[in-house]
């Protein structure tokens, strides 16, 4: 007999919070974080994506590449940030305060609360999309506000009500969401191999003038950028899953499970760049208009419009539920006297009266793309900055001053000045306003940078830069406390006198204390 931790009920709702996970309630493997990585973007919203090197004039070839490049590049950059789940139990916003401090931590709370906020928007206009058209081709459902509202409202009641069941009942809606929609998407191949053409040309090349054939380099960037967005914008969420872990799990196995998910995004990614070209060649008046689901029900044999119906209803579910899951949580971790469920709850509110006023009273579907892409660019150097101080901190945390924010005291290891560490706030901020200054997102946001490169958006390769340059220079020049490290002391950089602040209830009481 073993004496392993028996998992809870898929049905039974989750207590944890933002607290440490107990080691008795850590029974989730590198497979399960796999799962719920590949699930949360095997949906429409990755295949669209898929779409946009075809949309920028690539050939099916290059696309290709610049899509392989983006995701590969993006799966390396993200997968260590799986590492701190297991290391402490805890979701990343939470153990960012070991490197920005005490009220620092915010600063990943926010950010991964607005790339939820962000996403699973996008998740559920997508997939409502899709469902509502492949019902109109299938069996002549109007495709109207009405019925868009109605496939809208069940997309995000059916996800918040998996959320607020928590972290079991999420991995078995993705363990089927992985299997089923990768089915349904490789059945494309039946389904458009009569149509796709891998020599289709795009819009560069020996026919194209020169001011066309310069716009290559751009355009090929650009869309490796944009692919590597989807793997980065899961950073700020690793954690919330992988806490679940167990700490002794090997680190390699954890890494490789978040990145072989990325990897194997390149299902829905090759499924949008197969059917671009097809889109592009025998209905290009959609894309002249940016309706890429409107573009793949029009190519689409009629037999397939049910897989297009069931791959929007399954997508969309795993994609939302893994989004709108860390907004909960990372709500409750900014707003302690919040649970998980009320703050799920609270959020998941908010985010339904948005995606209903955003979509039929503003129209800004297009827009919070241009937004997410803004948040990832601000998202990717906070993520440089966590791996490079859990490289110094050699992978050692104090899980008591982590929560010291959330129990609403002060002090602690890592209250450095004031709650905050003005050595990463400071590179954290110069990095994403220059990263922000080089967006370059053409007719909707161009930083006042973003032409220096002759249209290249270099957003995500200046932050990301910048924070790596710029993090260890200043913590070798400014050394953090040397109790900020544990017990084998800092790697790669100095450290100065130790602060030994003691964690107390009042700040009054801590300030009679360090008097």
């Not at 029974?27 to 590949?38: E, G």
Request: glycine share 10%; with cysteine.
């Amino acid at each position: 007999m073993t004496n392993e931790p028996k998992a809870p009920a898929v049905t039974e709702v989750e207590q944890h919070g933002i607290e440490p996970i107990p080691a008795a309630d850590r029974t989730a493997k590198p497979l399960d974080l796999f799962r719920l990585v590949f699930g949360g973007a095997n949906t429409f919203a990755t295949v669209v994506l898929g779409s946009f090197p075809i949309l920028f004039g690539l050939s099916f070839k290059d696309a290709l590449v610049a899509t392989v490049l983006g995701v590969v590049v993006g799966g390396l950059i993200l997968c260590p940030m799986a590492v701190f789940g297991p290391t402490n139990g805890m979701n990343n916003a939470v153990s960012s305060s070991g490197h920005l401090g005490v009220h620092g931590r915010v600063v990943g709370s926010f950010l991964s609360l607005l790339t939820a906020f962000a996403f699973f928007s996008i998740s559920v206009w997508s997939s409502g999309d899709a469902l509502v058209g492949g019902a109109n081709r299938l069996v002549g459902l109007p495709q109207n506000a009405v019925t868009l509202s109605l496939a809208y409202g069940v997309f995000a009641v059916l996800i918040l009500t998996v959320c607020i069941y928590g972290f079991r009942f999420m991995l078995w809606v993705n363990k089927i969401a992985v299997v089923a929609a990768s089915l349904l998407f490789l059945l494309g191949i039946v389904a458009f191999a009569g149509t796709f053409d891998a020599s289709y040309a795009g819009t560069f090349g020996q026919g194209a003038d020169a001011t066309t054939n310069a716009l290559f380099w751009p355009s090929f960037i650009g869309s490796a950028l944009i692919v590597m967005s989807n793997p980065i914008s899961f950073g700020a969420f690793l954690g919330d899953w992988s806490r679940y872990i167990p700490a002794e799990t090997p680190k390699r196995k954890v890494m490789a499970a978040a990145f072989l998910a990325q990897v194997a995004t390149l299902v829905p990614f090759g499924f949008g760049l197969v059917t671009a070209t097809i889109i592009a060649t025998e209905a290009p008046a959609f894309f002249e208009n940016s309706d890429y689901v409107g573009g793949l029900l029009a190519v689409s044999p009629a037999w397939y419009f049910l897989p297009v119906c069931l791959i929007a209803l399954v997508g969309g579910m795993s994609t939302g539920t893994t989004a709108l899951y860390g907004t909960g949580l990372d709500f409750s971790s900014v707003f302690p006297r919040f649970s998980r469920v009320q703050a799920t709850l609270f959020i998941g509110s908010i985010a339904i009266v948005f995606i209903f006023v955003g979509r039929f009273a503003f129209n800004i579907v297009q827009s919070i793309s241009t937004f997410a892409v803004l948040i990832i660019t601000c998202t990717a150097p906070w993520m440089i900055m966590m791996m490079i101080g859990y490289m110094t901190r050699r992978g050692w945390y104090d899980a008591d001053s982590l929560q010291v924010f959330n129990r609403r005291q002060v002090g602690g290891r890592y209250w450095f000045n004031r709650g905050w560490n003005w050595r990463a706030m400071g590179v954290w901020i110069f990095s994403a306003v220059m990263g922000i200054m080089f967006v370059n997102v053409p007719n909707q946001f161009v930083g006042a940078l973003g032409n220096l490169a002759a249209g290249v958006d270099l957003s995500i390769p200046v932050s990301i830069g910048l924070a790596a340059v710029l993090y260890p220079a200043v913590l070798w020049l400014f050394p953090e406390p040397a109790d900020a490290f544990g017990p084998a002391g800092p790697r790669f950089v100095r450290a100065a006198a130790p602060k030994n602040i003691p964690i107390v209830d009042e700040k009054k009481d801590l300030e009679s204390v360090l008097s």
